[in-house]
């Protein structure tokens, strides 16, 4: 009861201090506001990318060619066989007629130079489109179907891959590192302005010493002060992820630039960053104000 008593007073006492220094306040919520929006825009951006790299991994196709008078058995080995390989994760057989069909469905001038071509005349191949689990691992692989009996060649965009996944891997560390170098140069300006907003009040404190109260006593209203703090300072970046995010998402229609770069989603996307914020703002801005309380008490 005496607890329950004590954190009601520790919230009376928060919020009267927070009116009655207004304008260290104010300056404690802008710096949280300004630090926690760049901090969403950073992690809007990254996941964005993560998810764009995802789906290049995701699309990237192995056509497997098989030799051009392969019989059906002889397909249907090579699909076994194809099967029981670990990294394949879905696959799909392309006749040559369906390969012309496609081709003539692309282009007027390919339509016109086929249409004449019987099925003696066509010089497609058969093959396997192929979608593997691990595209780190896509060239082993293409390598392992390669050497199956009746395969002609394998191709994946060799070459292509190799750089681009280079590039991914650098981009995802170079997001993350971004990402981690805001959230603590966040959290020491942030500390460090609440830590000046209790610093101005070091009378407060000393006094509250000299009258005998306790150390919990007199930590728990600036530690919930610095909780309201950095709450009234993540609603603002808050606002701007969810209604900031929704008006982007349907400006470009959930595409960006071009079909394939895909945003993601706003929800629950948008959700979960507003939660980190206001995690972030929160836990913070109490670890400010207990730090710099803690400096004063010498404990």
């Given at each position: 009861m005496k607890l329950v008593r004590m954190f009601g007073l520790s919230i009376r006492d928060?919020?009267?201090?927070?009116?009655?220094?207004?304008?260290?306040?104010?300056?404690?919520?802008?710096?949280?506001?300004?630090?926690?929006?760049?901090?969403?825009?950073?992690?809007?951006?990254?996941?964005?990318?993560?998810?764009?790299?995802?789906?290049?991994?995701?699309?990237?196709?192995?056509?497997?060619?098989?030799?051009?008078?392969?019989?059906?058995?002889?397909?249907?080995?090579?699909?076994?066989?194809?099967?029981?390989?670990?990294?394949?994760?879905?696959?799909?057989?392309q006749s040559k007629e369906e390969a012309k069909q496609l081709m003539q469905e692309s282009s007027e001038v390919l339509n016109k130079i086929m249409t004449e071509w019987d099925e003696k005349e066509n010089p497609l191949q058969d093959a396997f489109l192929i979608k593997v689990l691990d595209i780190?691992?896509?060239?082993?692989?293409?390598?392992?179907?390669?050497?199956?009996?009746?395969?002609?060649?394998?191709?994946?965009?060799?070459?292509?891959?190799?750089?681009?996944?280079?590039?991914?891997?650098?981009i995802e560390k170079i997001m993350i590192g971004l990402i981690l170098g805001l959230v603590i140069v966040t959290f020491f300006l942030i500390t460090n302005t609440i830590k000046i907003t209790i610093f101005s009040r070091k009378r407060e404190i000393d006094i509250m010493r000299l009258v005998g109260a306790s150390n919990i006593t007199i930590k728990m209203p600036y530690i919930i002060e610095g909780l309201f703090l950095g709450f009234l300072g993540s609603i603002i970046p808050i606002i701007i992820t969810i209604y900031g995010y929704y008006s982007l998402f349907e400006q470009f229609g959930g595409i960006f630039f071009s079909p394939f770069i895909q945003l993601v989603k706003p929800e629950p996307f948008i959700f979960q960053i507003s939660l980190i914020l206001i995690g972030m703002g929160m836990f913070i801005g109490m670890w400010g104000s207990a730090s710099a309380v803690r400096k004063h008490l010498k404990i």
């Amino acid at each position: 009861m005496k607890l329950v008593r004590m954190f009601g007073l520790s919230i009376r006492d928060a919020a009267r201090s927070l009116i009655r220094n207004l304008n260290l306040s104010f300056a404690s919520i802008s710096c949280i506001t300004i630090t926690l929006t760049v901090v969403a825009v950073s992690m809007i951006a990254s996941y964005n990318v993560d998810n764009f790299t995802k789906l290049i991994k995701q699309d990237v196709t192995m056509v497997v060619f098989l030799d051009k008078d392969i019989t059906q058995e002889e397909i249907n080995d090579v699909e076994t066989q194809i099967r029981l390989i670990v990294n394949v994760d879905s696959y799909e057989f392309q006749s040559k007629e369906e390969a012309k069909q496609l081709m003539q469905e692309s282009s007027e001038v390919l339509n016109k130079i086929m249409t004449e071509w019987d099925e003696k005349e066509n010089p497609l191949q058969d093959a396997f489109l192929i979608k593997v689990l691990d595209i780190e691992n896509i060239k082993i692989t293409a390598d392992e179907i390669s050497k199956l009996d009746n395969v002609s060649v394998v191709k994946y965009g060799e070459g292509m891959i190799e750089q681009l996944l280079v590039v991914f891997n650098i981009i995802e560390k170079i997001m993350i590192g971004l990402i981690l170098g805001l959230v603590i140069v966040t959290f020491f300006l942030i500390t460090n302005t609440i830590k000046i907003t209790i610093f101005s009040r070091k009378r407060e404190i000393d006094i509250m010493r000299l009258v005998g109260a306790s150390n919990i006593t007199i930590k728990m209203p600036y530690i919930i002060e610095g909780l309201f703090l950095g709450f009234l300072g993540s609603i603002i970046p808050i606002i701007i992820t969810i209604y900031g995010y929704y008006s982007l998402f349907e400006q470009f229609g959930g595409i960006f630039f071009s079909p394939f770069i895909q945003l993601v989603k706003p929800e629950p996307f948008i959700f979960q960053i507003s939660l980190i914020l206001i995690g972030m703002g929160m836990f913070i801005g109490m670890w400010g104000s207990a730090s710099a309380v803690r400096k004063h008490l010498k404990i």
